[in-house]
């Protein structure tokens, strides 16, 4: 995988409020030059959880143009080709996705969805920061891979790979 551009990489969730907008967030500070980063959403929420801005605000993440959105802009004329596009959420995994322009490569990388976390605001607060780790960590395992030295198979696998890591397996980024 050869590329005189960054590769571009869509994060898919049901309600583009969370997960994939963190994804989107992070790939774009991890992989700055190397990727592009976006995220959408089957049945997007039209916002962005108030949670998930505040804890990327804390970690320094420009939030400004991060917003929820279908995943219909990323099948329409002009949109960016995709070379990834993993989905963070398992309601998004079962369903039927658009036909991506270019066939990106995809996977599975299911998360809890802190929007559903329970409890004070510290404790729902937790929850975002910890799906927030995992989908640092797996982001940057991605974004190390040796990309134009694999085969599309070892890819795959090596993709399929990093989502099915258990939270507690994931290493630690420094």
Not at 36 to 57: C, D, Q, R, T, W
Not at 68 to 79: M, R
Request: charged share 20%; with cysteine; glycine share 8%.
């Amino acid at each position: 995988m050869t590329r005189d551009r960054p590769y571009n990489v869509l994060f898919l969730c049901t309600g583009n409020s969370a997960r994939s907008i963190m994804g989107e967030a992070i790939i774009n500070r991890i992989g700055a030059g190397k990727f592009n980063g976006y995220s959408a959403g089957s049945m997007p929420k039209g916002e962005v959880h108030p949670l998930a801005i505040n804890l990327l605000n804390k970690l320094n993440y420009d939030t400004g143009a991060l917003r929820s959105k279908s995943w219909e802009e990323f099948t329409a004329a002009g949109a960016p080709e995709l070379d990834f596009v993993f989905t963070v959420c398992d309601n998004a995994a079962n369903e039927v996705c658009p036909i991506w322009p270019g066939q990106p490569m995809t996977a599975h990388w299911g998360l809890p969805d802190p929007a559903e976390a329970q409890g004070d605001e510290a404790q729902r607060a937790l929850a975002f920061a910890d799906t927030y780790r995992m989908l640092n960590n797996r982001i940057g395992i991605f974004a190390s891979l040796p990309l134009a030295s694999l085969d599309e198979l070892s890819l795959q696998n090596r993709l399929n790979d990093i989502g099915r890591l258990k939270a507690s397996a994931v290493p630690e980024r420094a």
